[in-house]
């Protein structure tokens, strides 16, 4: 955790952006998710994006690089969906610690990469060989040294909201009716944080929370999975959305509210992502920055859809919203969520380059 700690202190640092998005560009078929080894799975699979991770992984590593190369400090698994409780829409329960383990290590993958040939543009000399013919054992380690804190990069395991919720009954004859329970919720989260540790991700992100109580399940889980392993623990991040121009979740808490039901997990940052534009979004971040006692994020998305559900901000227009906010000192972390693209990201880290990052605010302890 101190290296990102570090990073925070120095600079705003970019989150990458929507998956979904890119992958829509690619207008993917049938075939193209089931790939060789599904082609007689007895479920249709398009729509499946974290299956992309096992059967076009190139694509995924490609929409990484790309972050990457837009000025992404920290980029996101394609583990949205990748528990056993949302996987059972395709039928694929027994793959979720597959999808997770193979999500991680494709973005760390393309982590490694980048940082392989930032290292070999800054040294040249990294590729030129020694008078026996070998590669300088010095500059090859430079070549794959992971870089100053700088210009480190780091990999979230992205942790979903699910699509089953504790909070709300999905039948509204029943309200006390619950399709699924705290521990079933738990386990599945439980095996997701192992996949991704297994995976070898710096940090683990619970994001687009509309439902509180998932989130303190997944932070449970967590917490149970590094002392049950007796691991070091990963950093957390937790990132909540608001739904609407009331300020509340889904389920119905607001913002402080929210904050307050999690604060115990000791995040290493609170945010918001998806849901709004960053017009709309703007009051609840300016609100978050002054409750939060831990590092804030923000990632909204590129306006809101328009009747096709298409989102038409410009990657100017996010940045401009997302400047702003860092010049009042709201954030510390920034990026994109629907709709937006490594142009988007690009803006944004052109934007907030040079603007000195949230200070967190003393707390003072009562005796």
């Avoid at 090859?140 to 504790?166: C, D, H, W, Y």
């Avoid at 710096?202 to 007796?230: G, H, M, P, Q, V």
């Avoid at 939060?292 to 901000?313: H, Q, R």
Wanted: hydrophobic letters at 40%; charged letters at 20%.
């Amino acid at each position: 955790m101190s290296n990102i700690k570090s990073a925070l202190e120095s600079r705003i640092l970019i989150i990458d952006g929507a998956m979904g998005t890119m992958i829509q560009r690619y207008k993917l078929e049938e075939a193209d998710y089931r790939g060789e080894r599904f082609k007689d799975w007895l479920s249709d699979l398009k729509g499946n994006n974290d299956l992309l991770s096992l059967t076009r992984p190139d694509i995924i590593r490609t929409i990484h690089r790309e972050y990457l190369e837009a000025g992404a400090d920290i980029i996101e698994t394609n583990t949205f969906s990748s528990t056993a409780i949302a996987q059972a829409d395709y039928n694929m329960q027994s793959l979720a610690y597959e999808l997770n383990v193979a999500s991680a290590r494709i973005a760390r993958e393309a982590v490694e990469e980048f940082n392989k040939l930032k290292a070999q543009s800054l040294n040249p000399k990294t590729n030129e060989k020694s008078v026996n013919g070998q590669l300088s054992t010095v500059n090859e380690s430079t070549a794959n040294r992971q870089p100053a804190t700088a210009n480190q990069k780091f990999v979230a395991g992205a942790i979903g909201p699910m699509n089953k919720t504790l909070s709300l009954s999905p039948d509204v004859n029943n309200p006390g009716f619950r399709s699924v329970s705290f521990d079933e919720v738990s386990d599945a989260y439980y095996e997701q944080v192992k996949g991704l540790v297994d995976g070898g991700v710096d940090l683990l992100l619970i994001e687009t929370i509309f439902d509180t109580l998932n989130a303190k399940a997944a932070i449970f889980a967590i917490k149970k999975y590094f002392r049950d392993t007796k691991k070091q623990a990963l950093p957390i991040m937790i990132s909540g959305t608001i739904t609407d121009a009331s300020g509340r979740t889904l389920s119905g808490q607001t913002l402080e509210a929210f904050y307050t039901s999690i604060a115990h997990a000791r995040p290493l940052s609170v945010g918001l992502n998806c849901a709004l534009g960053a017009a709309e979004m703007r009051p609840h971040i300016a609100e978050l920055s002054k409750i939060a006692t831990c590092y804030t994020s923000a990632y909204p998305n590129a306006g809101l859809p328009n009747s096709m559900g298409a989102y038409e901000e410009e990657p100017e227009e996010t940045a401009h919203f997302l400047e702003e906010w860092a010049r009042e000192g709201y954030v510390n972390i920034v990026g994109g969520c629907c709709g937006t693209t490594p142009d988007h990201i690009k803006h944004i880290a052109q934007q907030v380059k040079n603007i000195q990052p949230r200070k967190l605010p003393v707390v003072e302890t009562v005796a």
